[in-house]
């Protein structure tokens, strides 16, 4: 006999959580810190529940933690299928209590698949990653506005803080591939990945950190997860123009550049583009084209990279 998960809603604020028991028609809410979540998903410990909430940025990190911690599955569901599943059911109102009985609905019959437990070598590089794009963009704008000044003064400021910048960003390099290289599995990966034209230290961060699942789907899924997945949008004798939708922006933009730099650099792959490119294909568009059929894709070590062991 297949004993079903009652599906715990739980809606996710800065300051408290809100979740919503099926069985008991309770709605309980707590504060968002890892003592009061951890205390409260205690109430669980001798059913079978499964918890669904909307991706909330560094708001639901106390509760993906406490959840692994306690071994009840979860799943992190995209915020636009949720809204598109209210609007689905006609529900117009929203508040935090709503949103937690729609998210147990949404679990009930949907029934999505419980997410991986979070791998805190992967979060501490994807913190990492996340810092370094963060001063990679000030050093941008401070070299943008460093061309247009014209007072020595202020020329020489803009100059010091650009050095001060490359020299936090180089320290951060640093402290990926060491992070990288301590872990074995992390390091087998970067090997690999590097193996592919145009693909540099950044994109390998980046795919690394951003893109656990790699390894474990195909590689259409991984097109899709990053937005390089064209999708129809034909209806009767409509036949319309395919593009690319959602998706993760930063992998698509490490993806982008990586395929810049590799029909630069490798004469197979330069040729596929310029095959793309003589069906009047935009370069833009045959770029794109280029990295979802290319990248990311599955992970299958060769054996003369099994005993890599530096980045």
Do not use: W
Not at 250 to 278: C, E, G, H, I, K
């Amino acid at each position: 006999m297949t004993i079903h998960p009652c599906y715990i809603g739980c809606d996710i604020s800065k300051a408290s959580l809100d979740f919503y028991d099926p069985d008991t028609s309770k709605l309980v809410s707590v504060g968002n810190t890892p003592d009061a979540i951890a205390a409260h998903l205690q109430v669980y410990r001798d059913r079978s529940v499964f918890v669904v909430y909307e991706a909330t940025g560094t708001y639901d990190r106390a509760l993906a933690h406490a959840l692994a911690e306690t071994s009840i599955p979860s799943h992190r569901i995209n915020p636009m299928q949720a809204k598109r599943f209210a609007q689905a059911i006609g529900q117009k109102a929203k508040t935090d209590p709503l949103d937690a009985r729609m998210l147990a609905d949404l679990g009930a019959r949907l029934t999505p698949v419980a997410d991986n437990r979070p791998a805190p070598e992967r979060e501490a590089l994807a913190g990492l990653h996340r810092r370094r794009d963060q001063l990679v963009e000030l050093r941008k704008r401070e070299r943008t506005r460093v061309k247009e000044e014209t007072c020595p003064r202020l020329k020489a400021s803009h100059d010091q803080v650009i050095s001060l910048l490359s020299e936090e960003i180089a320290l951060f390099d640093e402290e990926i591939a060491a992070l990288i290289k301590a872990d074995q599995k992390m390091c087998r990966e970067a090997a690999l990945l590097q193996t592919a034209p145009g693909v540099g230290p950044v994109t390998v961060t980046t795919l690394i950190a951003l893109m656990p699942e790699l390894g474990t789907i195909n590689p259409k899924q991984a097109a899709s997860l990053a937005g390089l997945a064209p999708f129809n949008h034909d209806s009767g004798k409509l036949k319309g123009r395919r593009c690319i939708s959602g998706g993760r922006r930063r992998v698509r933009r490490a993806l982008y550049m990586a395929a810049l730099n590799a029909v630069r650099r490798s004469d197979r792959f330069q040729t596929f583009y310029q095959r793309l490119t003589a069906r009047n294909q935009a370069k833009k568009v045959a770029l794109i084209t280029f990295g979802g059929k290319t990248g990311p894709f599955p992970f299958s070590i060769p054996p003369h990279l099994e005993s890599y062991s530096s980045f």
